[in-house]
Structure formats: C-alpha cells, structure tokens
C-alpha cells in the first residue's frame, strides 16, 4: 500500500489552490474548521483524497508522510483494514436506529476497562461535546458554576471554554471568539499550566464556587507541553481540598499516551474524563465518563440533561471498537514510544548540527518541535518561538513531502504505521526544509 516512488519531493498544487478557491465561494475562509486553512503559515491548503498507513495523497497525486493523522485519531494509521472492514460489515445491517445496540455496550465496557477512572460512560460526538456535557456534570454534581481552565489548552468550541486569560490569574476571564457574552466567559477563570500557585490563588479568591478544574493533563493544544512532576497531583490536591470535580480533558491524550490515557500514564485520578479522537476510530465520536455516583447525575438515571440523535452510531461505535481492540495487542505502546523517541531525538540532532535554537517534547506518540531555545513549560513559552523559522519549516517540509500540522501549536502525531523509512524520509525532508 506504500507509495513506489523513491522520492519525496512533491510536483504542484494547481488543483488544491482551484479547489480552494471554489470551497471559498461557499465555505467560510473555504474550510469546515479553522485551522485547515493554513492562515497561520500564510498560504493555501491541501486538498486530500485518500489515506493509507502513514500515508497521504493530495488531490494533484502527490504523497506525504502525515503526521496530522487526522488531528490525533489516526493511531493505528490510516485506513487500517481490519476497521474499515468492521464498518462495511456493519454499515450493511443500517447506519442508525436511534435506538439501544448491543456495540454500545461492548464498547463502553472496554472504555471502562482501558480508562482507570470511568466507571459508567455516555457517548456523544465529538470532543466539543464530551467537554461542554463534562462541564455541565460537574456543575451538577457540585451545584456550583466556576471552571478554571489553563491558557493555552483547549476543550473544543462551546462558549465558556473560548476564553484565554484575563490580565491577572485574578481577573475574570475574557471571551476569545465573537457571539460569547461575557456573562458567559466570567464563569470561566485562566490558570497557568504548570504553576499550581496560579490555580491555588484562584481557588483561594472564589471559595466555594469552583465546580471544575478542567485541564489537557498532557497539553497538545498548544503544542505538546508535559505536565511537570507533581503538577497533576497538585491539581488532584487541591480539587479535593476545594470540593471541586478534577476533569481531565483526554480527548487528544486518551488512548495516545498510554492504553488508559495520561491519568494511566501518570497514576492521577481524575473525576469526570472526557474522550474523542482515538474513541472513533476515525468516525464522530466523544464521550465522557466517571465514577458511577457522578456519571448517576446524567439524565434519565438523573436531573442532568443531555441527549443525541446519532450518539452511539453504530459504525462509529464499531470503528472505535475495532481501533481499540488493536490497541491492546502487546508492544503496541513500546512501539510508538520508541518510534517517536528516534524522530525526536534525530530531529533534535540535526537541529543542534545546524545550530538552529530549538527545544523538543514528546510524551508517547505526541511530540512538539519547538522553534524556541526556551524551555517550554506554558503557552508564554511556547509564544517565543520563532515565526519565520516554523513557517519555513512547514512550508519546506511540505514541499518535501511531509504533512505537518500548519502550527507551532500543534502537536505531531506518530502512529503504528510510520516506521524507520518513515523517520528516514522525514528526517530527508528536513535536512532540505532547513537549509
Ligand atoms: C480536539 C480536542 C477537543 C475538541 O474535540 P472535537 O472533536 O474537535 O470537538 C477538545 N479537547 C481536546 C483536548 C482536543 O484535543
């Protein structure tokens, strides 16, 4: 299935650059989600036409190694036979009934299996949803209504997640995107990742009042940024000191960073998770889940509401299934973290070589290069990397054939598909990239 040629530098792009200009005619900025459109690194995106493995083709016949995997999903690689395989299978039988299925079940068992702290779990349809529907537990669990969020991660597009910090950690929160009242985004307050005073002092200035502390616990949102040793347990500290619901938001570093995600990875448990990405296989799925006592809150077990017409779709449903079953084969972890670990370290290698500042992350299968000398512990950190360098890069690469994600505050995502020819090639393209 691999593509033949030898050669990864790629021909043009008329085809993308006409399709784009069609989509624009009838898509806002041409795209169905933001980031896409390429805008950060000022030019035009890829139109794609099929994937396999590691493997992506553009409309124009070109090829790259991908290492978006479709924002996190595509672990296993793209297309993987046995999962397409399952949905045929099950897109025979019908697409949607509206109505319990038994996949429901065996899925949410799995899940429940995998994911030390869910107990019960209520599947949606995408992240957006599990963390917005999170939110909304937690508020009823507790009967309180403030979330402390951390600047620079994200929790998909409901409105009182689109805030970024205030001017202190004290100030109420200020709405990122047009169409969010403020009344809305003063529920939502900023701390700083990896400063547990920031989050202490928020506790401290609204006592009583904080039904959540939501966080990414291994942050990809703005490129990937660990959490430092003791933050995560300083969070699950003062959680409970304050009554509040801890909310790991794993919906990119669920069954990514370790089989049972980053609370697995780092022995914290949260109360209320919420998934995505990986969970569907490639299809729309979220979910979010917990101890049986929270997840008794949601509606009809209990007063919180919230429903979906298509949540548990079977062909979602057997495309997670499918992916996580092949996630349990022994080694498939050890594999991705010492296939990432070669690119970071190789990468890092050539960087030092050319002498071009840089600083690398990597937690499993998600890394970050970083075009900072800085160590990047925060999104400040993150925010002195060097523009022209990443945009260069990205472009370089490109031309190279290899499909990063168009921003420095994205995580690269490796899977079970790229292998050493992988990493040589994309190691090839570099060397060209940074010229
Ligand atoms: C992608 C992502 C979301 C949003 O998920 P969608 O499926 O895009 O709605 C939420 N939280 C995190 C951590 C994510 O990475």
């Given amino acids: 299935m691999n593509p033949s040629s030898p050669s990864a530098a790629v021909g043009k792009r008329s085809r993308s650059e006409a399709a784009f200009q069609e989509a624009r005619q009838v898509l806002p900025g041409g795209v169905n989600s933001p980031v896409r459109a390429f805008r950060s690194v000022g030019g035009n995106p890829v139109f ?36 397409i395989k399952r949905i045929r299978e099950v897109a025979e039988h019908g697409t949607s009934f509206g109505a319990p299925t038994l996949i429901e079940t065996e899925l949410a068992r799995l899940v429940i299996d995998m994911v030390p702290s869910i107990e019960k779990v209520r599947f949606v349809n995408s992240g957006t949803e599990a963390v917005m529907s999170a939110i909304r537990l937690a508020r009823a669990y507790t009967g309180r209504t403030k979330i402390i969020k951390f600047e620079g991660c994200y929790h998909g597009h409901s409105d009182y997640l689109l805030v970024k910090a205030g001017s202190g950690a004290a100030t109420h929160g200020v709405p990122d995107s047009a169409g969010v009242p403020a009344t809305t985004a003063a529920e939502t307050l900023n701390a700083r990742f990896n400063d547990l005073e920031s989050v202490q002092m928020l506790c401290e200035a609204n006592p009583g009042q904080i039904a959540g502390i939501l966080i ?21 500290k003062l959680a409970t000191e304050t009554g509040a619901c801890l909310i790991f938001d794993e919906v990119m570093t669920g069954f990514r960073v370790a089989p049972g995600g980053a609370q697995q990875r780092y022995g914290v448990t949260p109360d209320i998770t919420c998934l995505g990405k990986i969970i569907g296989g490639g299809l729309p799925v979220g979910a979010y889940g917990g101890k049986k006592d929270i997840m008794a809150q949601v509606a009809p077990e209990g ?57 690398t992350t990597q937690v499993g299968s998600m890394m970050t290069l970083f075009f900072t000398e800085n160590p990047v512990k925060n999104y400040q950190d993150v925010c002195t990397f060097d523009r022209d360098r990443f945009n260069r890069y990205f472009w370089g690469m490109l031309d190279n054939g290899v499909y990063l994600a168009p921003s420095q505050f994205e995580a690269a995502f490796v899977s079970l598909s790229h292998t050493d020819a992988e990493i040589q090639k994309t190691l090839e393209a570099a060397e060209q990239a940074l010229r």
């Fill in 48 to 83: 794609m036409e099929r994937a396999s493995g590691a493997y992506i083709w553009d409309i124009d016949g070109n090829h790259y190694v991908d290492y978006v995997g479709t924002w996190g999903p595509a672990i296993l690689g793209h297309a993987h036979p046995q999962v």
């Fill in 303 to 359: 007063p919180m509401y919230q429903a979906g017409t298509l949540s548990g779709n079977p062909l979602a449903m057997a495309a997670g299934l499918e992916t996580l079953k092949l996630l349990q084969q022994p080694g498939v972890y050890e594999q991705l973290e010492k296939i990432t670990h070669l690119l970071c370290r190789e990468m890092g290698e050539l960087l030092k070589q050319k002498g071009i500042p840089h600083y």
């Fill in 216 to 236: 990414e616990p291994v942050a990809g949102n703005m490129g990937c940024v660990p959490p430092e040793p003791g933050f995560l347990e300083g969070l699950r």
